[in-house]
């Protein structure tokens, strides 16, 4: 089928696909789109690499204990905060309206906002950093009391949590100027700057772990030295960036500023938008802080196992969902300024048709090749066997719903664009309560393993009610050829199972232990066998891929 001329692109008249090919509407959205999401998930490919690299380190050097567990408690403190404020609630309220302040006063009136929240942000954030050091006993409490259980556990958690708590202000200041670079469409300076975390954390394990033991002094506090020296650098690469386009906030010192900044509107409506923003992000974050508690109360090493499952499922999710998500935020909040429905519609279907077709086959690798990617990954030095298998069984939780994970990424800011705060707030209140309701149930029989099936299970529940409040709204339409699309996507994911599952039980991969590099080349091979598989039956099947990446 030809490429149709740009007038017949914009054309309001639709367009019947042919057989396997996807619609050529002038809703479909525009090459730009594939680029800076192809761009994310390079940079951010290289960042869960180096975080890989980094896990594997960790877990070989310090392997599963009591004192990775009170580091791992330690670092989801900030890392909390970080993701309820900074990268969760304050992102979605405020790349929403920057976009559509930039639309609608231009640069000037952007910047002035841009100084305003920044003003109001960094203040925030000494007051709340101060407060998180004094009262670090109470939130490690409040997260994992089970690590009572040893005492050195437990104060070993609340040394690094007083190290670590700043974390969150650099990293809530990195969420600002990301959210600045993204709305100008500069994607790259975000997207790699989480690589410099892991590269600190690497060095502290190679270097300062060593360093550290030579000083009489426990090795797993170089970890929280890492994560110090990680935040610094990941807000420092931010700033010649802002520089270059003559957007660096400008943070007011006086109380004059302060009340100005409170003053400006704008700013009050990004303040207004961040507190169902903020319920709706904490919802998740509680149902974190409740399975850790939980966690930390099961069998000793729980907690490390489902941090490292949590990483292996990360891979994806960073490399679709949030990829998908930086990009379209700012084009949706920009489309809804322009009253450009169908623009709008149409960037949320070509974001759906790409979650479906690359993370299916995700939850499938993840479903029945779990111990494979474990072993590999993982089971070096202190990483014993039956760490894999315990680390397998909460990674395969997580794959049950790898699909709604990642398409939370893109329906979700359907409704931030809108500034729409609630709906996602209420559904997630809910998602939370069946998901509990699940633990209360299944716990007791699968132990720390349900506490990934149910946080799976509740996204995809999360994500089907999230697609039915677009579509019953009329924001999101479909366009033609979706049946088909899903009928190929399953039969390819079909024959990748059967390969998968072969591979998995054909090979003892825990047995190859000392056979690394011969274990890694047969990772590589089946993963290798596995991509060409998919994508090779889903050309067969008609399914025109690279019409889909290039709209």
Known sequence: MKDASLKSLLSPRSVVPAAGALPQAHTLPPVSLFKAASTVSLLTLVSRITGLVRELLMASVFGVSAMTD???????????????????????????????TRAEDGDDGARALIDHVGTLLAWTLVLLCIAGVLGAPWMVWAMASGLQQSAQGFDAAVTMTRWMFPYIGFMSLVALAGGILNTWKKFAVPAASPVLLNIALILSITLGAPFFARHGIEPIYAQAAGVMLGGL????????????LGLLPRIGVRWSAIR???ADPTTRKVARLMLPALLGVSVAQVSLLINTQIASHLATGSVSWITYADRLMELPTALLGVALGVVL????????????????SAMLDWGLRLVVVLSVPCMVALLVFAKPLVAVLYHYGAFADRDVQQTTLALAGYGVGIVGIVAIKVLAPGYFAKHDMRTPMLIAVAVLVLTQMMNFVLVPYLQHAALTLSIGVGAVINATWLLVGLLRRGSYRPLP????????????????AVLLAWGA?????????????QRIGLLAAMMAAAAVLYFGALWAAGLKLRQLLRR
Do not use: C, T
């Open 70 to 100: 009170a580091f791992n408690v330690a670092f989801r403190i900030p890392n909390l905060f970080r993701r309820v404020l900074g990268e969760g609630a304050f992102s979605q309220a405020f790349v929403p309206v920057l976009a559509a």
């Open 233 to 244: 650098l990941q807000l420092g690469i931010q700033v010649p960036a802002l520089l270059r």
């Open 260 to 262: 100005a900044a409170w």
């Open 329 to 344: 935020m700012p084009q949706l909040a920009s489309a809804r300024a322009k009253q450009d429905d169908e623009r709008y």
């Open 481 to 496: 050829g979706w049946g088909r699309f899903a009928l190929q996507v399953v039969a390819a994911s079909a024959l990748l």
């Open 505 to 517: 039980q054909h090979f003892d991969w825990v047995e190859m232990k000392a056979q690394r590099l």
